[in-house]
């Protein structure tokens, strides 16, 4: 099945420091979404993304949507502790399920 | 109001119980999905209901058995459940089937 290559796999974070990171597929999306879960909770809609090329900010955070409709990045800036957390992207073709990436595992450097 | 609610939040259950898992949204959304998620992996599709029929079955067990007895209402009824089913069920809503998903907060389920 369809599949999304998410990078990194985990990450530490430093607060104030900038974070990125990326989905690829092999395969054209019509949607792109990102996702934020906290531990013991659903998923929390971060950033939708709807045309190739699009650039959204939504506070800290902004994702692009690829111009080849196959990848997309988000990236955030200062952050801060409350970041933590595991990140997916989505991708979706009109009208189909989710696929989604093996999630970015985003931690607290001590 | 982006909110979907789902209840219990926790649920023990013995394999040989019967119980049910419950979502509700009220943005008039008329799609609805469950998925199923283990630790630290993403979550998995088990059913969609489009305009309250359901519309995808990705060949989950029939002791799984879903139903949406209106447009804001979501069940997913359990049944004979294996400890392998232990997870965190997710009930997700959107516009319609073309439209970005929005997630309840879970019910962590497990089966002893």
């Known amino acids: 099945g369809q599949q999304l290559n998410q990078s990194p796999q985990s990450m530490f974070i430093q607060e104030g420091e900038d974070v990125s990171m990326n989905c690829t597929s092999s395969?054209?999306?019509?949607?792109w979404l990102w996702y934020k879960q906290d531990p013991g909770e659903g998923p929390v809609l971060l950033i939708a993304?709807?045309?190739?090329?699009e650039l959204t900010s939504n506070g800290r955070l902004t994702a692009q949507f690829g111009i080849t409709r196959k990848d997309s990045f988000l990236n955030i800036s200062a952050s801060i502790p409350s970041d933590v957390g595991i990140y997916f992207c989505?991708?979706?073709?009109?009208?189909?399920?989710?696929?989604f990436g093996a999630g970015t595992i985003l931690r607290v450097k001590s | 109001d982006t909110e979907v609610t789902q209840t219990p939040k926790h649920l023990v259950m013995g394999m040989t119980n019967k119980k049910s898992l419950k979502c509700e949204q009220h943005?008039?959304?008329?799609?609805m999905y469950w998925y199923k998620q283990k630790a630290k992996k993403p979550p998995e599709l088990m059913f969609v209901?489009?305009?309250?029929?359901?519309?995808i079955n990705e060949s989950v067990p029939s002791r799984f058995s879903p139903e949406c007895p209106n447009s804001s209402l979501l069940n997913l009824h359990l049944h004979a459940l294996q400890p392998e089913d232990s997870a965190l069920y997710l009930c997700?809503?959107?516009?319609?089937?073309?439209?970005?998903?929005?997630f309840g907060p879970g019910t962590r389920l497990t089966v002893t």
């Open positions: 997700a809503s959107a516009v319609d089937p073309t439209y970005e998903q929005y």
């Open positions: 989505a991708g979706q073709q009109y009208g189909n399920k989710l696929v």
């Open positions: 943005m008039g959304h008329r799609a």
């Open positions: 209901y489009s305009y309250e029929k359901l519309s």
């Open positions: 993304l709807y045309k190739a090329g």
């Open positions: 395969s054209i999306f019509n949607t």
